[in-house]
């Protein structure tokens, strides 16, 4: 089980069955309907098939491995214990969660989901006394009577499923039931930690209304697959079918497991076709109507990656279309992926939920990976991808950004995405055209999202991934990381108009949800690659406003030399027009023309800051200019974060197109210190031969 466990918290934190395969398509249906949501349903669907002997120690090993796994991930949170049963009240309820519900709750994220984390850990530690043979009776009724406080107050319309707010499941002021307007929550980030917690107790502690309001709520997110539900696609399969495996262990129905399982085999394959959700030739994952991302966004604790070949032997496991899926999503991912030489953490390029900082725990916080549970299942695959992409990702001693020491370039073409990695730094470059969307900005958590583009996935967590929020500029975006730190926690602070690495008619866009979640406008926008140089381009018509359009070409060469052509640049507005060379946080020192400064300044011909030097083609019109700033940002202008407002010292440097009839270019060396940027830009000599295509 563990890769499709891998493959499910990778893409977050699967309807055909055999003849042979007896689950309860009726029950499902019967759990999804519109009409009703009843015990009695569920009932049907866990007593559908009698396991034999032989399917019995099938389950029964698997949820041994399942536990094993589940209780490694959670058993470091133990220290808390003491002070969760002491603030648990008579109830069963926690005085610090939030517990606004139904259309009054906040749709992201939804705080009410934090009522069940506690009870996981709980959990463990009793089912680990479970197994001493010692009792905790004070620690199983606390337990209980936070699971029953819940289940006695869980919605009863099944229209609020997925319609909440809705006629069929309106908005009440007085509304004392759990539900949220967003369906993720209800569907999946509220049941996955449910049925974890129920199966870490365990029927011999659960009563049977305990266990049966588990199997309702599990098998009515399960139902989303007999429904057709619209958001049942990519990384929601993996997550729902994770739910009805669990499920299904719980209940000891081996045909509802098989049935699950065969759901994320079915997903777990390669899917090519434009817009596509799944994984891609190229070594991406397309998801959210064509947004890349990169594998993953960390999903709950519950899903650790420590869950360790849960199904190998056993009829479950993944057939060789599966496995070389994953590998092909994982020697994709292995370039998507930055190290923060500062802190020593693994972070991936353009994660989801850009609006929160690194300390709220979201996809912006880590990769979300267990490497060392990759490397088993490479081994027990015999897949030298995944062996050496966990291998490599481990080392703790860098200092630079460069991650695994891979050097090269790759084109991502399904998702206009281009990596260029040298042997200190890694550049990123994020395109949209016709067959691609430039941003999404959904449950209120992208205040200032135009042009973002979103790279790792939902709301609960997951390069799937990226809550559906957050994301970063797609019209060009040009990422270079050196230290790994250089645009951490700095959204909240900067200026959205000056993205890196993007030509933009400054303020003339308002940077709304209305101006996100647009396809191209041009199918003229893509790269090609040898393995270690690229080529890039892109035409670019403002889908938005339909007031500015440019053409740019990026050349990654040889020798750490990255060369930038603009031409083309038409606006019909009244508004500068800028291309940036990066907005990051400032290090210091600041090289203008070959002497040291600080502060703003206008009309420079070469800069070097941060181990990245720029120089202007020497026939180039326009000039350099830059600023170091200190800025302050609110994190709760830009999303839903509650985190104190962010103070960073901010390097912004630009080109400013005085005449849109000239074309520009400029070379950037990155990974060099100062003496090398002054010694390769004076003999570094490249000809145009033309700038006006």
């Given at each position: 089980?563990?890769?499709?466990?891998?493959?499910?918290?990778?893409?977050?934190?699967?309807?055909?069955?055999?003849?042979?395969?007896?689950?309860?398509?009726?029950a499902?249906?019967?759990?999804?309907?519109?009409?009703?949501?009843?015990?009695?349903?569920?009932?049907?669907?866990?007593?559908?098939?009698?396991?034999?002997?032989?399917?019995?120690?099938?389950?029964?090993?698997?949820?041994?491995?399942?536990?094993t796994?589940?209780?490694?991930?959670?058993?470091?949170?133990?220290?808390?214990?003491?002070?969760w049963?002491?603030?648990?009240?008579?109830?069963?309820?926690?005085?610090?969660?939030?517990?606004?519900?139904g259309?009054?709750?906040?749709?992201?994220?939804?705080?009410?989901?934090?009522?069940?984390?506690?009870?996981?850990?709980?959990?463990?530690?009793?089912?680990?006394?479970?197994?001493?043979m010692?009792?905790?009776?004070?620690?199983e009724?606390?337990?209980?009577?936070?699971?029953?406080?819940?289940?006695?107050?869980?919605?009863?319309?099944?229209?609020?499923?997925?319609?909440?707010?809705?006629?069929?499941?309106?908005?009440?002021?007085?509304?004392?039931?759990?539900?949220?307007?967003?369906?993720?929550?209800?569907?999946?980030?509220?049941?996955?930690?449910?049925?974890?917690?129920?199966?870490?107790?365990?029927?011999?502690?659960?009563?049977?209304?305990?266990e049966?309001?588990?199997?309702?709520?599990?098998?009515?997110?399960?139902?989303?697959?007999?429904?057709?539900?619209?958001?049942?696609?990519?990384?929601?399969?993996?997550d729902?079918?994770?739910i009805?495996?669990?499920?299904?262990?719980?209940?000891?129905?081996?045909?509802?497991?098989?049935?699950?399982?065969?759901?994320?085999?079915?997903?777990?394959?390669?899917?090519?076709?434009?817009?596509?959700?799944?994984?891609?030739?190229?070594?991406?994952?397309?998801?959210?109507?064509?947004?890349?991302?990169?594998?993953?966004?960390?999903?709950?604790?519950?899903?650790?990656w420590?869950?360790?070949?849960?199904?190998?032997?056993?009829?479950?496991?993944?057939?060789?279309?599966?496995?070389?899926?994953?590998?092909?999503?994982?020697?994709?991912?292995?370039?998507m992926?930055?190290?923060?030489?500062?802190?020593?953490?693994?972070?991936?390029?353009?994660?989801?939920?850009?609006?929160?900082p690194?300390?709220?725990?979201?996809?912006?916080?880590?990769?979300?990976?267990?490497?060392?549970?990759?490397?088993?299942?490479?081994?027990?695959w015999?897949?030298?991808?995944?062996?050496?992409?966990?291998?490599?990702?481990?080392?703790?001693?860098?200092?630079?950004?460069?991650?695994?020491?891979?050097?090269?370039?790759?084109?991502?073409?399904?998702?206009?995405?281009?990596?260029?990695?040298?042997?200190?730094?890694?550049?990123?470059?994020?395109?949209?055209?016709?067959?691609?969307?430039?941003?999404?900005?959904?449950?209120?958590?992208?205040?200032?999202?135009?042009?973002?583009v979103?790279?790792?996935?939902?709301?609960?967590?997951?390069?799937?991934?990226?809550?559906?929020?957050?994301?970063?500029?797609?019209?060009?975006?040009?990422?270079?990381y050196?230290?790994?730190?250089?645009?951490?926690?700095?959204?909240?602070?900067?200026?959205?108009?000056?993205?890196?690495?993007i030509?933009?008619d400054?303020?003339?866009?308002?940077l709304?949800?209305?101006?996100?979640?647009?396809?191209?406008?041009?199918?003229?926008?893509?790269?090609?690659s040898?393995?270690?140089?690229?080529?890039a381009?892109?035409?670019?018509?403002?889908?938005?406003?339909?007031?500015?359009?440019?053409?740019?070409?990026?050349?990654?060469?040889?020798?750490?030399?990255?060369?930038?052509?603009?031409?083309?640049?038409?606006?019909?507005?009244?508004?500068?027009?800028?291309?940036?060379?990066?907005?990051?946080?400032?290090?210091?020192?600041?090289?203008?023309?070959?002497?040291?400064?600080?502060?703003?300044?206008?009309?420079?011909?070469?800069?070097?800051?941060?181990?990245?030097?720029?120089?202007?083609?020497s026939?180039?019109?326009t000039?350099?200019?830059?600023?170091v700033?200190e800025?302050?940002?609110?994190?709760?202008?830009?999303?839903?974060?509650?985190?104190?407002?962010?103070?960073?010292?901010?390097?912004?440097a630009?080109?400013?197109?005085?005449?849109?009839?000239?074309?520009?270019?400029?070379?950037?060396?990155?990974?060099?210190d100062?003496?090398?940027?002054?010694?390769?830009?004076?003999?570094?000599?490249?000809?145009?031969?033309?700038?006006?295509?």
């Open positions: 089980m563990l890769f499709s466990l891998i493959f499910a918290s990778l893409l977050s934190s699967v309807l055909v069955c055999s003849a042979a395969d007896a689950v309860s398509q009726a499902l249906a019967s759990s999804a309907s519109a009409s009703s949501v009843t015990t009695p349903a569920i009932s049907a669907t866990t007593s559908s098939s009698q396991p034999t002997a032989t399917s019995t120690q099938v389950i029964n090993l698997i949820r041994d491995r399942r536990l796994s589940t209780i490694s991930g959670l058993s470091g949170s133990n220290n808390g214990i003491t002070g049963l002491s603030s648990l009240d008579s109830d069963g309820k926690w005085p610090d969660v939030n517990y606004a519900t259309c009054a709750a906040q749709r992201a994220n939804w705080p009410a989901r934090d009522h069940w984390s506690p009870w996981q850990v709980l959990g463990t530690v009793e089912f680990q006394v479970s197994l001493s010692l009792k905790m009776p004070v620690l009724s606390a337990i209980l009577l936070g699971m029953r406080w819940w289940f006695d107050r869980d919605f009863t319309n099944p229209a609020c499923l997925d319609n909440g707010g809705s006629a069929s499941c309106p908005c009440n002021s007085t509304e004392t039931l759990l539900w949220n307007t967003n369906w993720y929550s209800n569907v999946i980030g509220v049941p996955q930690l449910v049925v974890d917690a129920c199966l870490i107790m365990g029927t011999d502690i659960l009563l049977e209304a305990d049966n309001h588990c199997m309702l709520m599990s098998t009515r997110s399960y139902g989303a697959f007999a429904r057709h539900a619209s958001y049942m696609t990519g990384a929601n399969i993996l729902v079918a994770k009805g495996i669990d499920a299904g262990l719980l209940s000891s129905n081996e045909s509802f497991v098989a049935d699950a399982y065969s759901k994320i085999h079915q997903e777990l394959s390669i899917k090519d076709g434009i817009m596509a959700d799944g994984i891609r030739s190229d070594g991406s994952f397309g998801t959210e109507a064509c947004s890349i991302t990169a594998i993953t966004v960390p999903s709950t604790p519950t899903m650790s420590t869950s360790s070949l849960q199904q190998q032997g056993t009829e479950f496991s993944a057939d060789s279309a599966s496995k070389t899926a994953l590998a092909n999503l994982f020697d994709g991912d292995k370039w992926i930055v190290y923060n030489a500062i802190n020593g953490v693994l972070h991936w390029d353009f994660p989801r939920f850009i609006s929160f690194v300390i709220d725990g979201q996809a912006t916080a880590d990769i979300g990976m267990n490497l060392t549970a990759v490397e088993e299942l490479g081994n027990e015999m897949s030298s991808t995944l062996t050496e992409f966990g291998a490599s990702l481990k080392g703790d001693n860098l200092t630079h950004a460069n991650a695994g020491n891979l050097i090269g370039n790759r084109m991502f073409y399904a998702n206009d995405y281009m990596v260029h990695r040298g042997k200190e730094y890694v550049t990123t470059l994020k395109m949209f055209s016709s067959r691609t969307k430039n941003t999404e900005c959904t449950n209120s958590e992208n205040v200032s999202s135009e042009m973002l979103m790279l790792h996935m939902d709301d609960s967590s997951v390069v799937y991934s990226t809550s559906h929020s957050d994301s970063i500029l797609s019209d060009g975006v040009l990422y270079t050196l230290d790994g730190n250089e645009y951490e926690d700095i959204a909240a602070a900067w200026d959205w108009n000056l993205i890196p690495g030509t933009v400054y303020n003339a866009t308002l709304s949800c209305s101006s996100s979640q647009f396809t191209g406008l041009q199918a003229f926008v893509g790269g090609v040898d393995g270690q140089v690229g080529v381009v892109m035409r670019y018509l403002n889908p938005a406003t339909l007031s500015l359009s440019w053409q740019k070409v990026w050349f990654f060469l040889e020798d750490d030399v990255q060369h930038v052509m603009v031409a083309n640049i038409s606006s019909k507005t009244n508004a500068p027009v800028y291309s940036v060379l990066d907005q990051k946080r400032y290090i210091g020192p600041l090289v203008v023309d070959e002497y040291e400064t600080v502060g703003s300044m206008t009309g420079a011909r070469s800069l070097w800051h941060g181990n990245v030097g720029y120089v202007l083609d026939e180039e019109s000039s350099i200019s830059y600023s700033e800025k302050r940002g609110n994190w709760s202008s830009i999303g839903i974060s509650t985190q104190p407002p962010a103070d960073v010292t901010l390097f912004t630009w080109l400013q197109h005085d005449s849109l009839n000239t074309s520009s270019s400029y070379t950037a060396f990155p990974g060099t100062v003496d090398t940027f002054r010694s390769k830009s004076r003999q570094f000599s490249l000809q145009s031969a033309q700038n006006d295509a």
